[in-house]
């Protein structure tokens, strides 16, 4: 059984840090693996979408290296600002539909 | 484009007691899932659907929890009797656009 974890739980960072989320999962065959935002009382926002012969994904701050060898997603963001605070789950997929192991996410929060 | 509505977006009921909640994805698509939210934990899938079919249901609980897709279109989502760790966001996702899945605000269930 997949199971999908993330390091820190919580972070509270002052505006203009780099962020640094973890992602870990136990089983590298996956198909591919994307990193999700959620706001409080919210539905998740998909962010980036790694296949699993990528090695990365950027879209504007946001960047997300994949390691499916050693089970492991890095999520960056940079030069943080008080409307990235928000839960960011990251989730894998063993084949090309959306059934999703997800990790518990963690809680950033960004202090103007 | 892709989207859900998703009815009732609350609900408080006791425990033993039975709830219903339903789910019209607005892109029609013939692949349907559904994922409950405990608070503080990412979503777990209970059900995929493809059309009017079952896919996968392996997680979910049959003992107390239903559900079937009409027409391939619309879907319901049962539990009977709830329990009080049935307490969580029960979403409803269809495939959206850019590979990935959408994920909307779902159906909040308290149980007291």
């Known amino acids: 059984k997949q199971e999908v974890t993330q390091i820190p739980a919580a972070l509270s960072v002052p505006e203009g840090e780099n962020l640094v989320l973890n992602c870990s999962f136990t089983?590298?065959?996956?198909?591919?693996l994307q990193w999700f935002r959620q706001d409080p009382g919210k539905g998740l926002t998909s962010l980036l979408l790694?296949?699993?012969?990528?090695r990365e994904q950027t879209s504007g701050r946001l960047n997300a290296s994949l390691d499916k060898s050693s089970g492991r997603s890095t999520l960056y963001i940079a030069a943080s600002q008080p409307g990235d605070s928000a839960t960011y789950l990251c989730?894998?997929?063993?084949?090309?539909?959306?059934?999703?192991?997800f990790g518990a996410g963690t809680t950033v929060t960004v202090r103007a | 484009e892709a989207g859900v509505a998703q009815s009732p977006r609350y609900k408080i009921i006791e425990k033993r007691q039975s709830v219903a909640f339903w789910c019209n994805p607005i892109?029609?698509?013939?692949?349907l899932y559904w994922y409950q939210q405990i608070l503080g934990q990412g979503p777990k899938l209970l059900i995929q659907f493809q059309n009017n079919g079952v896919v996968d249901d392996s997680q979910l609980p049959k003992d107390r929890f239903s559900a079937e897709r009409l027409k391939g279109v619309d879907s319901t989502l049962k539990i009977q009797p709830a329990k009080l760790e049935d307490s969580a966001v029960y979403l409803c996702?269809?495939?959206?656009?850019?590979?990935?899945?959408?994920f909307g605000e779902g159906s909040w269930l308290t149980v007291v």
């Open positions: 989730a894998v997929s063993p084949s090309n539909d959306y059934k999703l192991s």
């Open positions: 790694i296949q699993s012969s990528q």
């Open positions: 089983d590298s065959a996956i198909y591919n």
């Open positions: 996702a269809p495939p959206g656009s850019g590979n990935t899945i959408y």
């Open positions: 892109s029609g698509h013939a692949t």
